[in-house]
């Protein structure tokens, strides 16, 4: 069974920058497209960034268009979330998820496996 492990969370000021990790368990990770969402109190699950099996396409949402970058890194079995200029309203439980299959989805239910989350917390 495939389990995927956030890393990389933490408290940030406003402006600054974290980079999220998620490492893939199993022989499959490529694959498969990659996601990451996140949720924060009170709100829906979001969609934050997808990118298909190769690293080629990649999309994002709105609210994060010209400050988060996802990767990923085959070898490794990992995919990266760089976030920049980090504002009060991207605090929130950071999701990592696999995708049902090789191309880039961005909604949640196109998705199969989710990590336990990591915490990103950006003060004013």
């Known amino acids: 069974q495939v389990e995927l492990v956030e890393a990389g969370g933490g408290l940030v000021q406003a402006g600054g920058s974290l980079r999220l990790s998620c490492v893939a368990s199993g022989r499959t990770f490529s694959s498969y497209a990659m996601g990451w969402f996140r949720q924060a109190p009170g709100k829906e699950r979001e969609f934050v960034a997808g990118i298909n099996w190769n690293g080629a396409s990649t999309s994002y949402g709105d609210s994060v268009k010209g400050r988060f970058t996802i990767s990923r890194d085959n070898a490794k079995n990992t995919v990266y979330l760089q976030m920049n200029s980090l504002k009060s309203e991207d605090t929130a439980v950071y999701y990592c998820?696999?995708?049902?299959?090789?191309?880039?989805?961005?909604?949640?239910?196109?998705?199969?496996?989710w990590g336990q989350g990591t915490q990103v917390t950006v003060s004013s």
């Open positions: 998820a696999r995708a049902a299959g090789f191309s880039q989805r961005v909604t949640s239910d196109e998705y199969r496996v």
